[in-house]
């Protein structure tokens, strides 16, 4: 617990005097999602239906862009080695850096859903529903995201690597937030596809952290 | 058990191993293969209602079946390797991704062609053909993280646990028929009662799936073999086997 708050207090002033680290995905998120209305044609009604993949899909994006560096200053500066050769708790770290991570890339896409939902021509049952969905989906990105990041640690060309393994296990996160956010748009009720959500979370938030400290230790050696 | 077993995992014993099986297994699995498919493609009587095209079956339905197998072997050996850092699972890791990469191909490719006629499309989106798509993306990440670090080792370890997580996948893929409604048929053959498919063309059938699982361990004998070669280059007994092999020339 002391370890997790060391680190999470770290990382947070590491957040605050490098702001590009997690202003340019938010600006990233924003830019693609401009580019759909213009790349499709901006019919209102046309937008609507294609809302919830192309929110889906900057949001993945942008978390994905934000991963490579989670763990990369650390590793170059040594701090993992310190860690690892400290005997701290490696996984108090872990989880700090994936709480922060996601407080720092995630937390600001739900606090504008309500403008994207107005770009994007949704009404409120679907902004709504947008909204659950990046909630229970997005830590489910940033733990993934943390665990691509990990294994392409000390990889030799590890940006577009991580997008490749990552990505295909992102493809059922997809799938169902973005049948959720449909559901709702057309009235419906979308409980099973959030009670999926909520299961994979679980799973994930329960297993990937124990990956992610494999994966660590590995590349550290 | 671990006792009876610890030897097999010495990489000469195993080198050894690969080579005394993968004649005979190489043997099987082709005469295996040309038994089934020449039965099925040529011998079986046509299907009511498909006609001749259903006889793709022959070979989609063992090629798919061991995209998986491929799939939860390598994950086995991937856990065997980080568990028990016994360094054979690993290499068997490396050699079993490619075959399975195939495997899934095939499986991808023979679906798209009988769905042409049958389904008037290359391709849906369906759950099992996108939860099959995404195993193939799993077995081209593996693929790419092993050969990605300048350390073989570290490469090795980091594929292995990929190869672990990937397999959230697999259970996906056997049930995507059941859980959601999709243009692709139930199991015929799987289920515990009597199969749905008549006993001419069910025999032919098993016995191709025999055969690519036969041809997979084939490969992977052959495979596994080069490996420990590659990754045992610099120790005496491999060096032995190269003067010896040279000698023989």
Same mark, same amino acid.
């Given at each position: 617990?002391?370890?997790? #708050? ?24 924003? &830019? ?21 993949? !192309? !929110?889906? !899909? ?38 700090? #850096? ?17 403008? !994207? ?29 943390? =665990? ?15 997008? =490749?393994? &990552? ?35 679980? =799973? ?9 400290? #494999?994966?660590? #230790?590995?590349?550290?050696? | ?68 197998? +491929? ?20 290499? @068997? ?19 798209? @062609? ?12 369906? +759950? ?7 195993? /193939? ?12 670090? $300048?350390?073989?080792?570290?490469? $090795? ?5 990929? @190869? ?17 409604? %999709?243009?692709?048929?139930?199991? %015929? ?16 059938? /098993? ?9 997979? @361990? ?8 080069? +490996? ?16 010896? +092999?040279?000698?023989?020339?």
């Amino acid at each position: 617990m002391v370890m997790f #708050k060391a680190a999470f207090v770290r990382e947070w002033r590491l957040l605050a005097r490098q702001k590009a680290d997690w202003l340019n995905p938010l600006m990233f998120f924003l &830019i693609v999602l401009t580019l759909f209305p213009l790349g499709i044609g901006a019919k209102p009604n046309l937008l609507a239906e294609i809302a919830p993949g !192309i !929110i889906w !899909i900057a949001a993945l994006l942008s978390v994905l862009l934000g991963a490579e560096r989670l763990f990369k200053d650390d590793f170059r500066q040594g701090v993992l080695e310190q860690l690892v050769a400290a005997e701290q708790p490696l996984l108090a770290y872990v989880l700090a #850096k994936i709480v922060s991570s996601w407080c720092s890339t995630a937390l600001p896409l739900l606090l504008m859903s309500p403008l !994207i939902a107005l770009l994007l021509g949704l009404d409120s049952a679907a902004w709504l529903a947008v909204l659950l969905t990046l909630l229970l989906g997005t830590p489910l990105l940033n733990l993934l995201a943390a =665990l691509g990041a990990a294994l392409t640690l000390s990889a030799d060309k590890g940006g577009i690597l991580l997008a =490749l393994l &990552i990505l295909p296990l992102y493809i059922p996160l997809l799938i169902f937030a973005s049948a959720a956010v449909d559901q709702a748009s057309l009235g419906l009720d979308y409980s099973g596809q959030l009670a999926v959500l909520s299961a994979m979370l679980c =799973l994930a938030l329960a297993l990937v952290p124990l990956a992610v400290l #494999k994966a660590l #230790k590995l590349n550290v050696g | 058990m671990f006792k009876w077993l610890d030897p097999y995992a010495k990489p000469e014993t195993l080198y050894r191993i690969c080579g005394l099986w993968f004649p005979w297994l190489m043997t099987a699995a082709v005469a295996t293969l040309l038994l089934g498919t020449v039965w099925g493609l040529a011998f079986t009587p046509a299907d009511y209602q498909q006609g001749d095209s259903y006889r793709i079956i022959h070979i989609h339905v063992p090629s798919a079946i061991w995209s998986m197998g +491929a799939y939860s072997s390598m994950a086995i050996a991937a856990l065997i390797a980080l568990v028990w850092q016994v360094k054979a699972a690993q290499w @068997a890791v490396g050699a079993i991704a490619p075959i399975g990469a195939v495997f899934t191909v095939i499986a991808l490719f023979t679906g798209a @062609a009988w769905g042409k006629p049958m389904w008037g499309t290359w391709w849906v989106w369906d +759950a099992r053909l996108t939860s099959e798509l995404i195993l /193939l993306f799993l077995y081209l990440g593996v693929i790419a993280l092993s050969g990605a670090f $300048a350390d073989r080792q570290t490469g $090795a370890k980091a594929s292995a646990l990929l @190869a672990i997580v990937g397999v959230v996948n697999l259970p996906i893929i056997h049930f995507s028929v059941e859980w959601w409604n %999709t243009l692709h048929q139930g199991a %015929t053959i799987t289920k515990f009662a009597k199969p749905s498919i008549d006993a001419s063309m069910l025999w032919p059938l /098993l016995i191709s799936i025999l055969a690519f699982g036969l041809w997979l @361990a084939a490969l992977t004998c052959l495979r596994l073999k080069t +490996a420990i070669l590659q990754n045992e280059q610099h120790r005496p007994w491999v060096r032995q086997l190269a003067a010896s +092999a040279v000698k023989g020339e």
